[in-house]
């Protein structure tokens, strides 16, 4: 226990006074530890302090440890016993609470494990452990993935479970250079008030000295099953995105752009790959620019003309072009206009694989 | 010596209670500094005994503080949390040359918005305030790490 080896200590440093013996009482008055090792299981009178015994609860966390005892003919006796109390229930509370610290931050890292096991989803685990912690598996949460290069201190992450609504957030050291935080937050947030929210936290962090080089957001899950997802979406985020110092990154700002590297962009190419033959002397380069315009405008034909510095008949002389080389309707046809942006972005892939000698 | 905090607080040591959730609070000295204990090495013994002995715990003068925090004996830069006993000390200390930036004091009431300073500080603590933040600290209200620091009410 605690209070054992604590107590162990004041009776060092009160040992090298001989005005005083100090003790440890339990609750019926017994001398379970002593300065005065002869004294030890006999018993006194807690409730009958008097000038030269005085008694005082020990008392931390809400957590009654019995009574302290202080013994002595010194004038000062009172003062001394006041302030070896005092120490007594600063010390336990601190070390009590360097052990909650502790201990949680080890169970939420071996929940994430589990939630994170690439091999299995070990429902009856993950279900004896939250019910262990007291988790509420209720609430909707976000994975924040942070990336310090200089690497955490751990003891200051696993005071961000002191944080408030800190015994909701389960925080992990992945690495000593990577920590990932699922984050709970209120239902049915809205994009914008969902960024408020997890800004604010952000910041909290920060003033805590828990700063990043990068922090990339996942997706908001309900289900325990999909917190994996929300952290993959984080790592998709950093693997996919340029440079992001001190910026923070949202996943929901890359959606579209997510999706479509889920796309088989070798399937694409090879579909087109016969009417591409057709149009060698299609200018690749200017394509894919004129695809990322398009996209960047809506479809809008004059507003894409505009920024590309072309007239707008030539654009559609262009896109005309490519409409009869893919057998697209990029102009009026939705599904028209997607395809083309799937050949654009097949287009980059091969233009990526070319530079760095690929044989395509 | 790096000052990672300097707070107001006439619970001294008890203090350290509620500044345990800071992620500074592992420095490598909480200095306090006012009290009447300073000259005794057992009541220095006893207060040490609140944090463990990887955070040595020094009772100090205003005099001393000025002495400690210009040693300079350690290889390492060594952290140190200050603990004042009241205003006057911190006064003190400023006027034998102790800076920084600015100073944490706890909300006087559990009501976090102060409304005057007076209704809190006599005239002589105001005095005190005054001087101090003409050699450029700022005060701030911030009981609990987690709290946002409130300079506003030190402005008005």
Known sequence: MIIDSVFKEFINVVRENKNYTIGLLNGEGDVVDCSDENLIGTHRDINNSDIHNLFYPVKAKNFDYGYLWLSGNDENLSLMGNLISDSLNIRLTYEITQSTLKQNITEDDKLVKLLLDEESFDMDRILGLIEEMGFDQSRSRIAIYIVNEQGFDNRKIAKLKLMPDGEDNLCSLLSRYALLIFKAVPDNLENQQMKNYVGKFLKMLKDLDVAGDGYWIGSVQKKLRNYKQSYRHCLWLKDNEKENRERTVWFMDFLYDYFMSEISLGDVKDVFDYYHDFGKDTDMDELIQIADSLLSNNFNISQTAESLYLHKNTLVYKLKKYEELFHIDIRGDFKGRFLFILISASMKEYRKRRRVGEEV | ?156
């Open chain 2, 1 to 156: 010596m790096k000052i990672v905090l300097a707070r107001v607080d006439k619970r001294l040591l008890h203090a350290t209670v509620t500044l345990n959730c800071d992620p500074f609070f592992n420095t490598d000295y909480v200095a306090v500094v006012g009290s009447e204990y300073d000259d005794d090495p057992f009541i220095a013994s006893v207060m040490q005994l609140c944090l463990p002995k990887s955070m040595k715990v020094k009772i100090l003068t205003e005099k001393g503080l000025m002495d400690f925090l210009n040693q300079n004996d350690s290889p390492k830069t060594m952290t140190v949390l200050v603990i004042f006993k009241d205003l006057a000390s911190v006064r003190e200390s400023v006027r034998l040359g102790f800076h920084v930036d600015e100073i944490q004091m706890p909300y006087p009431t559990l009501s976090l918005k102060p409304k005057n300073l007076s209704d809190y500080f006599s005239d002589e603590e105001l005095k005190d305030i005054s001087y101090i933040q003409g050699q450029n600290i700022r005060f701030y209200f911030q009981t609990t790490p987690f709290e946002a620091k409130d300079y506003g009410s030190f402005n008005k």
